[in-house]
């Protein structure tokens, strides 16, 4: 489910003293099955940039038609592509409060008027998705792990069944085993179901893991674009803007300046490992 963003500028409060432009003429296509990461500074416009993707911000300017659908052509509309873009707010825990896991799950289905064995049954599947078992369906979520909360927002999504998975800052907060897991399970989420995935986050490490291509934002423009190596591998230009390459790819660029010949499109520990151990066995044999 492809979806195209044309021209599109966002201002707050437009016409009053408190006027805002958050996001300025961005054109970007998102494929289908993708996974895209969406990285910046703090202000540049990511989370106003996805929150257009499923309509809950319209655009002062442009346009957004997702599956061929522009947002703007009726209400109906709007609703239909609401169903396929799940929008995963920072710290979507906040959100729950029924008093089971099992409610707060099977409200999203229940809304779109299926019957209790189909609300039932996709409750089931959503929370086996994100890695929890059916013996908390009766706990409530406020006992449970930060994780497991988040992964309980998650799950309420997916049980909607959507097409597209829009995520601000999925791991924020979290401790590194709550981090890992959410990482695991999106990552098992894009490759089993091949959902299309869009991830915002400040963690160059978690889109380092995750994402495909990413795009790169500035006062509300998109400043950079490409495969998730070659953004990394513009390291001083990103530097610039505040952001610090994976570690991994840093540690490779320090070990570039000392003479070794390594590459620098590394992004995980594996990839150094193999990267270093390549470079030691060449040294050896020469």
């Known amino acids: 489910m492809p979806i195209l963003i044309e021209g599109l500028t966002y201002v707050y409060a437009a016409g009053t003293p408190l006027e805002a432009r958050a996001v300025s003429d961005v054109t970007l296509s998102i494929e289908d099955g993708e996974l895209l990461g969406i990285i910046g500074p703090t202000g ?35 609703r239909a592509v ?31 008027g299926l019957g209790e064995a189909e609300v039932e049954a996709r409750v089931k599947e ?50 590194p085993r709550g981090r890992a897991e959410i990482l695991g399970h999106l990552e098992a989420l894009h490759g089993r179901l091949g959902l299309t995935v869009v991830l915002v986050s400040h963690s160059m490490r978690d889109v380092a893991r995750l994402a495909r291509r990413l795009v790169v934002m500035d006062r509300g ?39 070794r010949p390594v590459s620098l499109g590394v992004l995980t520990v594996e990839e150094a490992r193999r990267e270093i151990l ?9």
């Open 82 to 112: 609401r169903r396929k873009v799940g929008l995963i707010f920072q710290y979507p825990e906040q959100q729950l409060f029924e008093e089971t896991v099992f409610e707060d799950v099977a409200f999203g289905p229940r809304n779109l």
């Open 44 to 78: 540049s416009g990511k989370t106003t940039l996805i929150q257009h993707l499923n309509g809950l911000l319209r655009p002062t300017q442009g346009r957004v038609v997702v599956d061929g659908v522009d947002l703007a052509s009726s209400r109906e509309a709007l």
């Open 221 to 259: 423009r998109i400043v950079l674009s490409g495969t998730t190596r070659e953004v990394f591998s513009r390291a001083e230009e990103l530097e610039r803007l505040g952001l610090k390459p994976p570690p991994m790819t840093s540690l490779m660029r320090r070990l570039r300046d000392r003479g």
């Open 126 to 175: 959503a929370l086996g998705q994100v890695g929890l078992g059916h013996e908390l369906l009766k706990r409530s979520p406020f006992e449970l792990s930060g994780g497991q909360m988040r992964r309980v927002a998650i799950a309420g999504v997916l049980a909607m069944k959507p097409k597209v998975l829009v995520l601000d800052e999925p791991t924020a907060g979290l401790d």
């Open 278 to 286: 390549r470079v030691v066995r060449g040294e050896r044999g020469n």
